[in-house]
Protein backbone atom coordinates (compact mmCIF):
# COMPACT_ATOMS: atom_id res chain seq x y z
CA UNK A 1 0.00 0.00 0.00
CA UNK A 2 1.26 3.35 -0.71
CA UNK A 3 1.36 6.26 1.56
CA UNK A 4 -1.34 8.33 -0.55
CA UNK A 5 -3.52 5.07 0.06
CA UNK A 6 -2.38 5.49 4.12
CA UNK A 7 -3.29 9.17 4.12
CA UNK A 8 -6.92 8.19 2.35
CA UNK A 9 -7.94 6.32 4.65
CA UNK A 10 -7.10 8.21 7.58
CA UNK A 11 -9.12 10.97 6.17
CA UNK A 12 -11.81 9.19 5.47
CA UNK A 13 -11.77 7.75 9.04
CA UNK A 14 -12.05 11.45 10.41
CA UNK A 15 -14.42 11.85 8.04
CA UNK A 16 -16.37 9.33 9.20
CA UNK A 17 -15.69 9.98 12.82
CA UNK A 18 -16.80 14.04 12.19
CA UNK A 19 -20.27 12.71 10.61
CA UNK A 20 -21.17 10.17 13.39
CA UNK A 21 -20.05 13.15 15.91
CA UNK A 22 -22.26 15.63 14.43
CA UNK A 23 -25.57 12.66 13.70
CA UNK A 24 -25.05 12.57 17.68
CA UNK A 25 -25.07 16.10 18.15
CA UNK A 26 -28.62 16.58 16.64
CA UNK A 27 -29.45 14.26 19.03
CA UNK A 28 -28.34 15.68 21.95
CA UNK A 29 -29.86 18.77 20.26
CA UNK A 30 -33.12 17.65 20.03
CA UNK A 31 -33.05 16.17 23.89
CA UNK A 32 -32.26 19.89 25.46
CA UNK A 33 -34.91 21.52 23.14
CA UNK A 34 -37.30 18.50 23.89
CA UNK A 35 -36.83 19.44 27.64
CA UNK A 36 -36.78 23.27 27.78
CA UNK A 37 -32.70 23.22 28.95
CA UNK A 38 -30.38 25.57 28.51
CA UNK A 39 -27.29 23.88 27.52
CA UNK A 40 -23.45 24.98 27.57
CA UNK A 41 -20.54 23.73 26.20
CA UNK A 42 -17.37 25.76 27.87
CA UNK A 43 -14.05 25.13 26.57
CA UNK A 44 -10.56 26.79 27.24
CA UNK A 45 -7.20 25.38 28.46
CA UNK A 46 -6.04 24.11 31.67
CA UNK A 47 -5.61 26.63 34.25
CA UNK A 48 -7.19 29.35 32.00
CA UNK A 49 -10.03 29.06 34.97
CA UNK A 50 -13.43 27.24 33.50
CA UNK A 51 -13.81 25.59 36.76
CA UNK A 52 -13.91 28.51 38.67
CA UNK A 53 -16.21 30.67 36.64
CA UNK A 54 -18.71 27.75 36.59
CA UNK A 55 -18.44 27.07 40.43
CA UNK A 56 -19.29 30.77 41.12
CA UNK A 57 -22.03 30.54 38.44
CA UNK A 58 -23.67 27.42 40.48
CA UNK A 59 -23.44 29.20 43.26
CA UNK A 60 -25.39 32.33 42.26
CA UNK A 61 -28.15 30.14 40.50
CA UNK A 62 -28.08 26.47 42.06
CA UNK A 63 -31.33 27.95 44.91
CA UNK A 64 -33.41 28.55 42.11
CA UNK A 65 -32.43 26.32 39.43
CA UNK A 66 -31.72 22.53 39.20
CA UNK A 67 -28.37 22.18 37.24
CA UNK A 68 -26.34 19.17 35.61
CA UNK A 69 -22.69 19.93 35.53
CA UNK A 70 -20.78 17.45 32.99
CA UNK A 71 -16.86 17.80 33.54
CA UNK A 72 -14.67 16.33 31.24
CA UNK A 73 -10.94 15.62 32.02
CA UNK A 74 -7.95 12.95 30.85
CA UNK A 75 -8.05 11.55 34.82
CA UNK A 76 -9.61 12.62 38.20
CA UNK A 77 -12.74 13.57 39.54
CA UNK A 78 -11.28 16.67 40.96
CA UNK A 79 -13.44 19.33 38.94
CA UNK A 80 -16.34 17.38 39.86
CA UNK A 81 -15.78 17.48 43.83
CA UNK A 82 -16.08 21.27 43.29
CA UNK A 83 -18.65 21.60 41.81
CA UNK A 84 -21.03 19.77 43.38
CA UNK A 85 -20.20 21.68 46.61
CA UNK A 86 -21.50 24.51 45.12
CA UNK A 87 -25.01 22.66 44.84
CA UNK A 88 -25.00 21.10 41.26
CA UNK A 89 -25.15 18.04 40.54
CA UNK A 90 -21.98 16.98 38.57
CA UNK A 91 -20.91 14.22 36.36
CA UNK A 92 -17.16 13.60 35.86
CA UNK A 93 -15.90 11.79 32.12
CA UNK A 94 -12.35 10.59 32.15
CA UNK A 95 -11.65 10.42 28.88
CA UNK A 96 -7.66 8.92 29.16
CA UNK A 97 -6.16 9.60 25.60
CA UNK A 98 -8.47 11.23 24.61
CA UNK A 99 -8.17 15.46 24.64
CA UNK A 100 -12.01 16.38 24.74
CA UNK A 101 -15.02 15.58 24.67
CA UNK A 102 -17.36 14.40 21.84
CA UNK A 103 -21.26 14.01 21.68
CA UNK A 104 -21.23 10.05 21.96
CA UNK A 105 -20.05 11.49 25.14
CA UNK A 106 -22.91 13.43 25.97
CA UNK A 107 -25.10 10.85 24.64
CA UNK A 108 -24.18 8.30 27.28
CA UNK A 109 -24.89 10.94 29.76
CA UNK A 110 -28.26 11.81 28.67
CA UNK A 111 -29.27 8.03 28.75
CA UNK A 112 -28.70 7.44 31.82
CA UNK A 113 -29.90 9.98 33.59
CA UNK A 114 -33.44 11.46 34.49
CA UNK A 115 -32.93 14.47 32.43
CA UNK A 116 -36.27 16.19 33.00
CA UNK A 117 -34.88 16.91 36.54
CA UNK A 118 -32.52 19.59 35.25
CA UNK A 119 -33.35 23.40 33.85
CA UNK A 120 -29.43 24.30 33.03
CA UNK A 121 -26.77 21.73 31.69
CA UNK A 122 -23.24 23.02 31.93
CA UNK A 123 -20.14 21.00 30.10
CA UNK A 124 -16.68 21.46 31.09
CA UNK A 125 -14.55 20.32 28.47
CA UNK A 126 -11.29 18.62 28.99
CA UNK A 127 -8.52 21.24 29.19
CA UNK A 128 -7.40 21.88 25.56
CA UNK A 129 -7.33 24.48 22.98
CA UNK A 130 -7.40 22.58 20.02
CA UNK A 131 -8.95 19.40 20.38
CA UNK A 132 -12.56 20.76 21.11
CA UNK A 133 -12.62 22.58 17.41
CA UNK A 134 -13.04 18.97 16.11
CA UNK A 135 -16.20 17.70 18.08
CA UNK A 136 -19.75 19.60 18.29
CA UNK A 137 -21.52 18.50 21.43
CA UNK A 138 -25.00 19.82 20.37
CA UNK A 139 -25.71 22.58 23.08
CA UNK A 140 -27.25 25.89 22.47
CA UNK A 141 -24.29 27.95 23.43
CA UNK A 142 -20.31 27.50 23.48
CA UNK A 143 -17.92 29.84 25.50
CA UNK A 144 -14.05 29.80 25.30
CA UNK A 145 -12.57 30.72 28.45
CA UNK A 146 -8.91 31.59 28.17
CA UNK A 147 -6.52 34.01 30.41
CA UNK A 148 -4.42 36.57 30.70
CA UNK A 149 -1.75 34.47 32.05
CA UNK A 150 -1.94 32.87 28.78
CA UNK A 151 -0.40 35.66 27.15
CA UNK A 152 -1.81 38.18 25.00
CA UNK A 153 -1.03 35.83 21.72
CA UNK A 154 -3.33 32.78 22.92
CA UNK A 155 -6.52 34.35 21.10
CA UNK A 156 -4.63 35.03 17.83
CA UNK A 157 -2.77 31.70 17.59
CA UNK A 158 -6.25 29.80 18.52
CA UNK A 159 -9.06 31.22 16.12
CA UNK A 160 -11.19 28.43 15.28
CA UNK A 161 -12.76 27.55 18.39
CA UNK A 162 -13.19 31.39 18.56
CA UNK A 163 -14.88 31.05 15.25
CA UNK A 164 -16.64 28.93 16.70
CA UNK A 165 -17.77 30.13 19.83
CA UNK A 166 -21.04 32.44 20.81
CA UNK A 167 -19.35 33.99 24.38
CA UNK A 168 -15.48 34.52 24.92
CA UNK A 169 -14.18 35.16 27.82
CA UNK A 170 -10.78 36.73 28.62
CA UNK A 171 -10.30 35.36 32.56
CA UNK A 172 -8.05 36.66 35.47
CA UNK A 173 -8.03 40.35 34.94
CA UNK A 174 -7.20 40.90 38.51
CA UNK A 175 -3.69 39.94 37.70
CA UNK A 176 -3.39 42.79 35.45
CA UNK A 177 -1.29 44.62 38.09
CA UNK A 178 1.61 41.64 37.74
CA UNK A 179 1.58 40.61 34.68
CA UNK A 180 2.01 42.52 31.63
CA UNK A 181 -0.31 41.95 28.66
CA UNK A 182 -2.55 44.24 26.40
CA UNK A 183 -5.93 43.22 27.40
CA UNK A 184 -7.27 45.36 24.71
CA UNK A 185 -4.87 43.65 21.92
CA UNK A 186 -6.83 40.19 23.32
CA UNK A 187 -10.24 41.60 22.58
CA UNK A 188 -9.88 42.88 19.53
CA UNK A 189 -8.36 39.86 18.52
CA UNK A 190 -11.44 37.81 19.47
CA UNK A 191 -13.41 39.98 17.75
CA UNK A 192 -11.83 40.37 14.95
CA UNK A 193 -11.75 36.51 14.34
CA UNK A 194 -15.54 36.64 15.12
CA UNK A 195 -17.37 39.61 15.06
CA UNK A 196 -20.14 38.24 15.82
CA UNK A 197 -18.59 37.23 19.78
CA UNK A 198 -19.62 38.45 22.95
CA UNK A 199 -16.52 39.23 25.08
CA UNK A 200 -16.27 39.66 28.57
CA UNK A 201 -13.58 40.40 30.73
CA UNK A 202 -13.60 38.76 34.13
CA UNK A 203 -12.07 37.99 37.23
CA UNK A 204 -13.44 35.26 39.98
CA UNK A 205 -11.44 36.83 42.47
CA UNK A 206 -13.09 40.35 42.29
CA UNK A 207 -16.41 38.96 40.75
CA UNK A 208 -15.91 41.54 37.70
CA UNK A 209 -17.93 40.93 35.05
CA UNK A 210 -19.57 37.86 36.20
CA UNK A 211 -22.94 39.27 36.38
CA UNK A 212 -22.34 39.96 33.04
CA UNK A 213 -21.41 37.00 31.60
CA UNK A 214 -24.59 35.21 33.49
CA UNK A 215 -26.79 37.97 31.81
CA UNK A 216 -25.13 37.11 28.38
CA UNK A 217 -25.98 33.22 28.84
CA UNK A 218 -29.67 33.87 30.17
CA UNK A 219 -28.82 33.00 34.06
CA UNK A 220 -28.92 35.88 35.48
CA UNK A 221 -32.27 35.11 36.66
Given at each position: ???????????????????????????????????????????????????????????????????????????????????????????????????????????QVLKNIDIENY??????NVGNLICPSDF???????????????????????????????????????????????????????????????????????GENIDELMEAM????
Amino acid sequence: MSPNEDVGKIIELNEDLIRNNDRLAEQNKKVFMDHNIRSFDIVGAIGAGKTSILEEIVKRISKNKNILVINGDVATRVDADRIEKGGAKAIQINTARECALNSYHISQVLKNIDIENYEVVLIENVGNLICPSDFILGVETRIVVVSITEGEWVVRKHPLLFKMSDIAVINKIDLMDVIDVDLGKMVDDALEINPELKVFTTSVATGENIDELMEAMNLDK
